[in-house]
């Protein structure tokens, strides 16, 4: 494909992202529970936790220095440099705020089975595909920005026992995201050379589409039994 063709195949893609699954559309409307808020908080912790994990595998699998240290700043991003900042402790901050405790978030007592398969699935498709493919599994960035300014505007409007410092995941992550989708992208451009490396990252684009869809429908069941 043409660079151009091949970026339209890649961002053609939107409509399959979780920002149009019924239960982000109730959240964004102010129709869920402060219960379905919790279980949506506590299950996406463990997504949250293991990012950097596929992060690393990605690292490991990649020959080109260049990336590998473009890529750690994610590691860090997640993890932070010390033990209580990071992307990580921003999302337990959340958890909080909606109601949970710290240590029932991680022990993880409220976590869906098919949440845990789904993220296990997309770490392991990370440790087991080339670098190109699992680098454009992350291409959701390109979808989440303004999915991520929408939830902020949303959450606050509607639910008036969040705050807005309850909500830094996203505020901090909102500017991040844009500019890691832009060279996510370039990236897979540059390396995806051959029809059957793009076809793979389309692939692996919608493989990762199904993760977060199939998450959220486990965390909307989940929520459904009290």
Request: charged share 25%; hydrophobic share 40%.
């Amino acid at each position: 494909m043409t660079e151009q063709a091949f970026v339209a195949e890649l961002k053609g893609l939107s409509h399959r992202y979780w920002g149009t699954h019924p239960f982000h559309h109730r959240m964004h409307a102010g129709e869920l529970s402060e219960h379905e808020l919790r279980i949506w908080a506590a299950n996406r912790w463990y997504y949250q936790r293991m990012l950097p994990q596929k992060d690393a595998a990605i690292i490991s699998n990649c020959p080109v220095p260049g990336v590998r240290r473009q890529w750690l700043d994610r590691i860090v991003y997640h993890d932070g440099r010390t033990e209580n900042e990071g992307g990580a402790q921003r999302w337990l901050r959340l958890c909080e705020a909606v109601g949970l405790d710290r240590a029932e978030v991680l022990d993880e007592r409220h976590l869906a089975p098919g949440v845990r398969f789904a993220v296990d699935a997309y770490v392991n498709f990370a440790r087991t595909r080339p670098w190109v493919e699992a680098v454009a599994s992350g291409l959701t960035e390109m979808f989440s920005g303004h999915l991520m300014r929408r939830r902020v505007g949303d959450m606050l409007a509607r639910y008036d026992w969040i705050r807005s410092q309850d909500l830094e995941y996203f505020t901090t992550r909102i500017d991040a995201v844009s500019g890691e989708g832009e060279q996510t992208l370039a990236l897979v451009v540059e390396h995806a050379v051959s029809r059957q490396q793009q076809d793979a990252a389309v692939a692996a684009l919608a493989f990762k589409c199904d993760v977060l869809w199939s998450m959220l429908s486990a965390i909307e069941d989940a929520a459904a039994k009290r």
